[in-house]
């Protein structure tokens, strides 16, 4: 974490995606922050130091759920997303809430073995290298012989025969030919034939759906010799294939999982989606009878527990976690009380205004109106909004929301899939590039009453 960004570097990198929201944006800046400051502290402090949690309150659409996807992908550290709704009480049928811990492992062992893999890329790229050069020009083939069973079970391989020192150096000449070729590109296209190990990754679940399970494989694997397969590919993928062999063999996945684990424990941040879907008291009948037990095991989760996982006990004390909820329906205060005051950093996510509808449409690095002309610029067409343009469809979409449900950004989906309908199903590619202006007149024009006129049913008694 030596190179963690500061509070400001991390709004400014979420700014570049998600428009507004600047009070949730600073709150999750700060809890990362902290992580990294809490780690130059001394160890005796370290350990007093706890994460302050946070909980994000917001209608649908308006970037809770965004601001999750792009942390994941701007932290340096274990991270997973759940969905509170797929977690049910002790005893019921569904994952028990012990799962995101498991997850949380699983992607910590994949973060650090892909550091250490990109660290080993150089030694393993030469290595393969040499493994492609043998493959395409071979040693003396082993003499035929009978083949004894054991030697067969335990990967025993017969011995090639001796080459007299012409053919020695014959064969070497080939290979520096051979490499130079590669180096060239001059192979890229041949087929080679590989042996490449078969992986073995079926498993068992020890409790039917608890998520913990046993893979046979890793257990067998242990046992028996690697089972091989062979296999024809061009060059440029056996060379791939040939690399990720190479890059595992040379590191060791014992210290990859202790490893690992530390940092999900130290490092791990959880984002619980959708939590108001769980919140209210519940009835002890119904399809939501396990709503409030779903609270009560996540307690101790939250609040630090030791989690017992196929890697061994993971304590979740110093996990961050951040929970998200539209709360339509429920409010924040039908939490069980234990619950909310784990949560002690409580933020209110905004509306979307008309104007940040406007800037939704074309500030973003993926914004929407840019999906759009690269989809369309795919067959020949380049298409351009006026201002005018613009400024009606978030009208339309700020209007939409206010008559029906508010669904957010995502109304802007509908409006300009609806918008641009003619246009993508007339636009083949089979004509000269063709530029479209959408004007005001055009969205007015194209777009339903649904989303211009006012719906005066819901004020029918």
Do not use: W
Request: proline share 5%.
């Amino acid at each position: 974490m030596k190179d963690a960004l500061t509070p400001r570097q991390i709004v400014e990198e979420l700014d570049r995606y998600i428009i507004g929201q600047d009070k949730a944006k600073r709150a999750v800046a700060i809890a990362l922050r902290n992580r990294y400051r809490r780690a130059q502290v001394d160890p005796a402090m370290q350990e007093e130091i706890t994460p302050k949690n946070i909980i994000m309150v917001g209608p649908t659409g308006v970037g809770k759920t965004e601001i999750a996807r792009r942390l994941a992908r701007l932290v340096k550290a274990p991270f997973v997303k759940v969905e509170a709704t797929k977690f049910t009480e002790v005893g019921y049928v569904g994952r028990d809430v012990e799962s995101m811990i498991r997850d949380l492992v699983e992607a910590a062992i994949r973060l650090e073995k892909q550091a250490r893999m990109e660290a080993v890329l150089p030694k393993a790229r030469i290595l393969a290298e040499n493994r492609l050069v043998e493959i395409l020009a071979p040693g003396p083939r082993p003499a035929q012989r009978s083949v004894n069973p054991l030697d067969a079970l335990f990967g025993n391989k017969p011995k090639p025969p001796e080459q007299t020192e012409a053919q020695i150096a014959a064969l070497a000449k080939h290979r520096d030919q051979v490499q130079r070729d590669l180096a060239e590109g001059k192979l890229e296209d041949d087929i080679v034939e590989i042996e490449v190990e078969e992986s073995m990754t079926f498993g068992m679940e020890v409790i039917p759906g608890m998520g913990a399970d046993i893979n046979i494989g890793e257990i067998m694997g242990g046992i028996l010799p690697k089972k091989t397969k062979k296999r024809k590919v061009p060059v440029r993928e056996a060379r791939k294939i040939l690399e990720q062999e190479e890059s595992d063999k040379l590191i060791d996945m014992d210290d990859v999982t202790a490893q690992a684990v530390r940092n999900a424990e130290q490092h791990g941040i959880i984002f619980i989606d959708e939590i108001d879907k769980v919140a209210g008291r519940s009835m002890g009948v119904g399809p939501d009878v396990s709503r409030e037990g779903v609270q009560r095991d996540i307690l101790p989760i939250v609040e630090g527990s030791t989690v017992m996982t196929k890697y061994g006990p993971v304590k979740t004390d110093y996990v961050l976690f951040i929970a998200a909820g539209a709360f339509h329906v429920a409010k924040v205060s039908d939490l069980i009380p234990e619950l909310q005051g784990r949560f002690p950093i409580r933020v209110e996510l905004a509306s979307l205004s008309t104007e940040d509808f406007k800037r939704i449409l074309t500030q973003p690095e993926n914004a929407v109106i840019k999906q759009y002309q690269a989809l369309l610029g795919a067959d020949s067409i380049e298409l351009n909004f006026t201002d005018g343009a613009l400024t009606a469809i978030a009208q339309c979409a700020f209007a939409a929301n206010e008559q029906s449900e508010n669904i957010g950004a995502r109304r802007l989906h509908t409006i300009i899939e609806t918008l641009l309908e003619d246009i993508s199903y007339n636009a083949s590619g089979d004509h000269p590039k063709l530029e479209v202006v959408v004007d005001e007149k055009y969205v007015h024009d194209h777009l339903p009453e649904d989303f211009k006129t006012k719906n005066l049913k819901k004020f029918i008694l």
